[in-house]
């Protein structure tokens, strides 16, 4: 399958006064022609940051990329110039962020803002420009385009805009859009319906997507493949089948458990227990082992490698490891597995 990135063992900190905050150890990954690719962890595992440093949007102040590549066919995004990226980013690369209302320009109406990734980077003529807007907002399930293109942002609701936000990453058929909680923002109705159009999105357009969540309930609707961060690494990745019905790692056992499940009689839900690590003194071994039940000695002791499950699937947790006892996921996770297939999105609001 063709490769459009490939994110090869990226290591990214911040200079903090507190000292080094190691965010992003060792992350791989590739992204397939046409795929969508969720990245699913709890807040603070590192989701934005390895996103943004593939737009090269990382604050310069503070951050900073130790070692690895992100390659974009043959351009190092790591090291490409910022004026090559000027001219990657919202054209090649495009992104949608949580708060729609942010990545809108509230004095300037949504068909000019529209207009200005297409003036800028495919240099259209105004008209040309104008016609394709509208038919971008078409596109994103935006009534009365032609009204609607000459409207304010404050004339929108929250979905509208966040369509409108799509709308703009779309403009100039990115290679890759990345996607950072689309939906996170949104009431649980408008995030069923961004949701919805997304998937729609996906059978239309041949752009790859990033879908990055902290809830692993949406993700079986919208994703090809997974891969789960914790504290700065992938600890598994596979396609949204393997993850959710064969998954490996305890930390997706938690995730799993810890999705609302449709039997209503489940209203108590499941929390991972313990807190993440502190990434200024990462521990030696696996990361998650202080919160891991199934937790082993050499956990303590030694990083585990990605073990590989199948040519699609990997996981990092010496459960794997031919001398380990075989542990069977929990209770929670095997009754959620036969849930999935077919289950509508059940997107649950995001307690802030
Ligand atoms: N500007 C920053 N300065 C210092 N630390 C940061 C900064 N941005 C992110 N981090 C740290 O990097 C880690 C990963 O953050 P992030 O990628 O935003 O997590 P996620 O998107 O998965 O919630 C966190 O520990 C966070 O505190
Ligand atoms: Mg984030």
Redesign the pocket.
Known sequence: MEKILQVKDLNIS?H?FAGE?K?IRGVSFDLHKGETLAIV?E????????TKSIMRLL?SN??EIKSGEILFGDIDIVKASERKMQSIRGKDISMIFQDPMTSLNPTMTIGKQIMEPLLKHQHMHKNEAKKRAIELLKLVGIPKAEIRFKQYPHQFSGGMRQRVVIAIALACNPKVLIADEPTTALDVTIQAQILELMKDLQSKIDTSIIFITHDLGVVANVADRVAV?YG?KIVEIGTVDEIFYNPKHPYTWGLISSMPSLDARDAELYAIPGTPPD?LNPPTGDAFAPRNQYALKIDLEKEPPMFKVSDTHYAATWLLHPDAPKVEPPAAVKKRMYKFKGAKTTPVKEDK
């Open positions: 911040f903090t905050v965010a962890g807040s603070g595992s590192g989701k934005s940051v390895t604050p503070n951050a961060m700065g990434l």
